[in-house]
């Protein structure tokens, strides 16, 4: 704290301690409000923001001479944010997609507002809604509508497989369209430290999903012409076009790739960057300076400040008119504020601004305020208007960023006021370098990975990039031929970094920690850069080792652990015992940029920290091996089992063992036993179908606890292993094939004889499963039957055979949707 803060008079202390408890009162409240599976009464939240209004003024009354107390300024402010929030919900809520109209066709007009993100399965478009219609009849629906647009029949098309007519090239933000929609509400994918898809849209104010439908009896999709409306949108999408133009309609013209990256630093789209690039960006730590994050902008930001106020040094005049260091901060935050907009002005870019005003105005002030407070004040002022930030990376990652640059970090503060360009430019590669430092353990905590390459890809991409590859970048948009110098400049990059990506250990992963080690690392983290005595600073290394060294328990010897992750449609279960690890399944390919693997079960495994011994793919359907090549890549140790043909692309990756019925082994007590296929399965007549492959996998306890993974095997395959007096007593049974009406027979579930099954199959997948006349066979067995799209990610414990922990049930909100 600065001395003439300390020496200030008593109700400056005052006013320190009212926005120190406003401040924990904004952060309290929503952090309680955010802890809610279901919403109360508006009735409840009005009550409670006119209690903590009517409690404050009865103190003002009742204790006027005497300041009322931190406590009270927390508890009443925490009060009244609580219900303001819960208000904001409630009405957000009253506009969802009404039940009745999921898997409904409905003819929507509308306005792009958003340029479209073309992929290779067709494009996706937000539409603002102007008119319903259901059979003639006028309905409502919510305001915006996240729209894809299908090309062909791949894992994203319409449920129903109904080919549809591809989009075309020059649909653009701002047109009006009429189109038929089938629509549905968002049901993301709900995993132990997974992505919550349900919240993303939320904050960005989408309630229901469509998918446009271009079938032989539905209207051809019409443009009703162009409309003044998000010109910013427009603007970025001719913008994109042309980089894309001079970059990407060549191949000899720029290194491949490059026009990704420089539409995504230039307009937002990230999604341009190809795959292979994000993993070389995520391996290097430098995925922060390639797309265009709160992070992104708070970099910007410093630069502009430090070029503003150079340039406003040198004119005597405007130094008059206005001090430097004013014009300086304004100019910086006018300048991040254009680029957040012409980036898209997305949920994280809008925190990040409003932090940085917050703090601008603050030093503003003419106050030395105490750096801790400027902190605290601009996370307080982003999550009173964004209170769902809290739960959000991002906001996190920029919170951190913005404390260390502008409170551990000179910015611009006195102090550097007075040096010359090339001293300025080293000071920002400081702060770049302290901010990579700070965020390492926040990283490692938000996403159980961390670059050991980092600092050193840091400290030539942050320069770079910042100083080179972005001027060249803006520069295009008057001079074009600079984009060409920006790709060459990005392409000697990315060989460096391809190159550091490919060492050993490049990366190094931990399992997810509990909240109160996270919360150590973090404060580790920044304690480690802050301008303190180096004494003080290495106190923090201790605050780091918990996040380092936090292992998550495992089943004790004898025992194992199913945990069936929600992949959508398609199957994949982690087997866990005390020391091994087996997956079964990998889930299905969603588009050809995107699976189960990558999305879902290598940010699941990297949580655990689990190290696979065996994959099993029980057969060469997309639903259960289309994640099967990330999961693999990551653990190049596990051993691979399969029915898939020799000549199948994965066993040209990795060799494995084919799954036959009488193999078996031993982990940790735990005996796992192959009961399917027979060695003449693979030569009979039924090995056309895939499904009657499927490697079927019994695990037993050292208790006689019994689970059976039963993969697509179909009715006949079932008759066999009845007929053979296979071993198929289980207490817990993954439900053949997704529930069709083509397994389960009756035979096969009185020979089984589960207490539990469960079925892994996508919300409104477009095969129907599971089939209502297989889930009354079951309850007629008196089976309980638990599905994925209601519980999620489920995990069965052999020592507690009769319970089943669900990912839906355990962290429920408000904000999820519940499936009918």
């Not at 693999?632 to 051993?639: F, I, N, P, R, S």
């Not at 008759?719 to 207490?731: M, N, P």
């Amino acid at each position: 704290m600065h001395a003439d803060t300390i020496n200030a008079p008593a109700h400056v202390h005052q006013g320190y301690r009212w926005l120190l408890g406003a401040c924990w009162g904004v952060l309290v409240g929503s952090a309680l409000q955010l802890q809610q599976a279901a919403l109360a009464s508006m009735v409840v939240y009005g009550l409670a923001v006119l209690v903590g209004l009517a409690g404050w003024w009865a103190w003002h009354l009742v204790r006027r001479p005497q300041p009322m107390g931190l406590g009270a300024v927390v508890a009443g402010t925490a009060l009244v944010v609580w219900g303001l929030c819960g208000l904001r919900a409630t009405v957000f809520v009253a506009g969802v997609l009404p039940p009745a109209l999921e898997g409904r066709d409905v003819l929507v007009t509308g306005i792009v507002s958003r340029m479209p993100q073309r992929h290779p399965a067709g494009l996706r478009l937000r539409l603002v809604v102007e008119s319903a219609a259901l059979d003639g009849k006028v309905v409502q629906l919510p305001g915006l509508l996240d729209v894809g647009w299908y090309g062909g029949q791949l894992a994203d098309a319409p449920e129903d497989g109904t080919p549809q007519a591809a989009a075309p090239d020059t649909l653009r933000a701002g047109e009006r369209w009429r189109m038929r929609l089938r629509l549905k509400a968002p049901h993301g994918l709900r995993n132990p430290g997974g992505f919550d898809y349900e919240l993303w849209l939320w904050e960005q104010g989408v309630q229901a999903l469509g998918t446009v439908r271009t079938g032989r009896y539905d209207p051809v999709p019409q443009r009703l012409g162009q409309t003044w409306q998000f010109p910013v949108e427009q603007l970025r999408q001719r913008v994109r076009d042309a980089v894309w133009q001079r970059l990407g309609t060549d191949p000899g013209a720029a290194p491949a790739g490059a026009a990704g990256v420089v539409a995504a630093l230039l307009v937002g789209d990230q999604q341009a960057i190809e795959r292979a690039d994000w993993d070389v960006f995520r391996a290097t730590g430098v995925a922060h300076l390639m797309s265009i994050s709160g992070l992104h902008i708070t970099m910007f930001s410093w630069l502009a400040v430090v070029l503003v106020g150079w340039a406003w040094r040198r004119s005597q005049r405007l130094c008059q008119w206005m001090p430097a260091p004013v014009a300086a901060g304004l100019g910086g935050l006018a300048l991040a504020t254009l680029y957040a907009v012409f980036s898209g002005w997305g949920v994280p870019a809008q925190r990040t601004v409003l932090m940085l005003a917050v703090v601008l105005l603050l030093r503003l002030g003419g106050r030395r305020w105490p750096w801790p407070l400027v902190w605290l004040l601009a996370g307080a002022a982003v999550v009173a208007v964004d209170p769902w930030a809290l739960l959000q990376a991002g906001f996190w990652l920029s919170f951190v960023a913005v404390g260390v640059l502008y409170a551990g970090g000179p910015g611009t503060a006195p102090q550097v006021q007075g040096l010359q360009p090339g001293q300025r430019a080293l000071g920002l590669w400081r702060e770049q370098w302290l901010v990579t430092c700070a965020l390492t353990p926040l990283v490692l905590v938000l996403f159980g990975q961390v670059s050991v390459v980092g600092l050193l890809a840091n400290l030539l991409a942050i320069p770079w990039v910042t100083m080179v590859v972005t001027p060249l970048i803006m520069l295009g948009m008057a001079v074009p031929p600079a984009w060409d110098l920006a790709a060459w400049a990005l392409y000697g990059l990315m060989r460096v970094l391809q190159w550091l990506a490919a060492w050993p250990f490049a990366t190094v992963s931990a399992p997810s920690a509990p909240w109160w080690a996270a919360a150590a690392g973090v404060m580790g983290g920044v304690l480690l850069v802050l301008r303190l005595p180096w004494p003080v600073r290495w106190m923090g290394l201790p605050l780091v080792l918990p996040v380092l060294l936090w292992q998550v328990p495992r089943p004790p010897a004898g025992e194992f652990e199913l945990l069936a992750a929600d992949i959508g449609q398609g199957s994949a279960v982690l087997v866990r015992t005390a020391s091994h690890a087996l997956l079964y399944d990998t889930g299905p390919q969603y588009s050809v940029e995107s699976d189960a693997g990558h999305r879902v079960l290598v940010p699941l495994l990297r949580s655990l920290g689990e190290r696979l011994d065996t994959v099993v793919l029980s057969h060469r359907d997309l639903d259960h091996t289309g994640g099967a090549r990330a999961v693999l890549d990551m653990q190049a140790q596990a051993t691979l089992r399969s029915s898939l043909e020799p000549a199948h692309a994965l066993l040209q990756q990795r060799p494995g063992i084919r799954c036959e019925a009488g193999q078996r082994w031993q982990w940790d007590g735990v005996d796992f036993e192959v009961i399917h296929p027979q060695l003449d399965d693979y030569v009979a007549a039924a090995a056309k179908n895939t499904n009657a492959l499927s490697c079927v996998l019994r695990i037993s306890s050292a208790k006689g606890t019994h689970a059976l993974l039963a993969g697509d095997i179909e009715v006949a395959q079932e008759a066999r292993l009845v007929a053979t007096g296979a071993a198929l007593r289980a207490d817990w049974l993954l439900v053949p094939h997704h529930g069709s009406k083509t397994s389960s027979s009756d035979a096969f579930l009185a020979a089984v004889r589960p207490g539990m099954a469960l079925v892994q199959a996508g919300y409104r997948n477009r095969f129907g499963h599971p089939a209502a006349s297989v889930m009354q066979r079951y309850g007629h067995h008196g089976i309980r039957v638990v599905d994925s799209v209601h519980c999620g990610a489920a995990v069965w414990r052999s020592d507690q055979p009769a319970t089943v922990d669900c990912e839906r049930e355990r962290s429920s909100r408000y904000w999820q949707h519940r499936a009918p």
